[in-house]
């Protein structure tokens, strides 16, 4: 009888608990946003949608960085990359060609940050702090990644996060095929980036 008490109290303690953790766990992903005043504004590749690069013109526009580095390597097919991609929707949000930098030999957010530091540390920093603009749920790995290769500068690394149209729920996310593919991923690249990087 002592069993069957303890087995149904772990069951309805587990019902009580899974959800709170299981949203947590999506929760921890998300890197809290700051907004500081920064030498450039890094606009990550991974963009679906073009919420990443209007979120990055959101934040030239308030004065948060006079200029944006586009990082990305990626090809979407034969005829053209991801970065052009971007870089043609800033210049549609009429970003001059002067305020852009492109960066465009990373495939991951690794060599996101390691080539990001390369063109970062050949210039003349007044704020000594560059911004990282990706998906809200890819601002915990991203800000881990550019720590860890800014680690030797004086650089601060912040991040701002978007907000895909395609919007990948952080609640309840385990009910959303998209979304628990998604966060479970995502988690799994972090788990890999910490015992890699």
């Known amino acids: 009888m002592r069993m069957f008490v303890v087995l149904v109290g772990c069951i309805i303690l587990a019902f009580l608990t899974y959800r709170p953790v299981l949203n947590g766990m999506a929760q ?12 450039f504004i ?15 013109v959101e934040l030239y526009r ?24 971007m870089v043609a929707l800033l210049k549609q949000l009429h970003v001059p060609d002067s305020d852009i930098i492109l960066e465009q030999r990373s495939r991951s957010t690794y060599e ?17 702090r560059i911004t990282l603009v990706t998906d809200d749920w890819h601002t915990r ?11 030797a500068t004086d650089i601060e690394i912040h991040s701002v996060g978007s907000h895909s149209l395609e919007k ?19 988690w799994a690249r972090l788990v890999v980036y910490v015992i890699k990087y």
């Open 28 to 39: 921890y992903l998300v890197y809290p946003d700051v907004k500081k005043p920064s030498d």
């Open 42 to 56: 890094v606009l990550l590749g991974g963009e679906t949608d073009g919420q990443r690069t209007r979120k990055a």
């Open 62 to 85: 308030e004065g948060l960085a006079p200029k944006i580095i586009v990082s990305s390597g990626a090809r979407i097919s034969w005829r053209t990359t991801e970065s052009k991609e």
């Open 112 to 128: 996101n940050a390691l080539y990001t530091k390369e063109i970062v540390e050949g210039q003349i920093l007044r704020n000594k």
């Open 141 to 151: 790995r991203s800000m881990y990644v550019f720590r860890q290769a800014f680690a």
């Open 168 to 186: 990948v729920q952080l609640t309840d996310w385990w009910r959303d095929h998209e979304s628990m593919q998604t966060i479970l991923s995502e």
